[in-house]
């Protein structure tokens, strides 16, 4: 498993990771700055009284394993099955999806790993959901943090100032939901 940090502001001596590269990621998640309250419990934590609390163990090695052997028999329907690759295979032909607004802004679209992670995704935000099955809300609270990496805009969206993530919209607006 490989976490890793890029921060936007400073890119200096660090270089874009190719796309077949960028794809292995799972997922590209957005962090922003903590709210108040969050940063001055970092401050007095930090600078303050340096009393920095031990971190300590939440869950064992064993009971993660066993969380992973359950999230592996969450229940997909076929019609949640087509709902992802109907998404994943607009980002590739959206003309077919009836998107032809989008088909100037994506240069490529996702791979079958976007398809695999956004099953996998859901089924874990399923399972963090107490329940057994994906529903298409699943897809859609994970679907801009597994896709928003793998839409390679055109020039023209980047000329236009479109993002993904608008893409993705579009994508969830006009996807017929089952």
């Excluded at 969380?67 to 087509?82: G, H, L, M, P, R």
């Amino acid at each position: 498993m490989v976490l890793a940090t890029q921060n936007p502001i400073e890119q200096e001596g660090t270089y874009p990771l190719p796309e077949a590269q960028v794809d292995r990621f799972m997922l590209k998640l957005k962090v922003d700055y903590p709210q108040i309250d969050e940063e001055r419990i970092i401050l007095r934590q930090s600078a303050i009284t340096g009393d920095i609390d031990p971190i300590k163990s939440s869950i064992k090695p064993r009971d993660i394993i066993k969380a992973q052997s359950t999230i592996n028999e969450i229940y997909v329907d076929e019609k949640v099955e087509d709902y992802v690759l109907n998404l994943v295979f607009a980002t590739r032909n959206p003309e077919k999806f009836k998107l032809a607004n989008l088909e100037d802004l994506i240069s490529f679209g996702a791979s079958p790993r976007a398809s695999i992670n956004l099953v996998l995704a859901a089924k874990a935000n399923a399972f963090i959901s107490g329940r057994g099955y994906v529903i298409p809300e699943d897809i859609r609270y994970i679907g801009k943090d597994v896709l928003r990496h793998r839409i390679l805009l055109s020039y023209e969206a980047e000329a236009e100032e479109i993002t993904s993530e608008e893409v993705i919209d579009q994508l969830f607006k006009e996807i017929p939901v089952p």
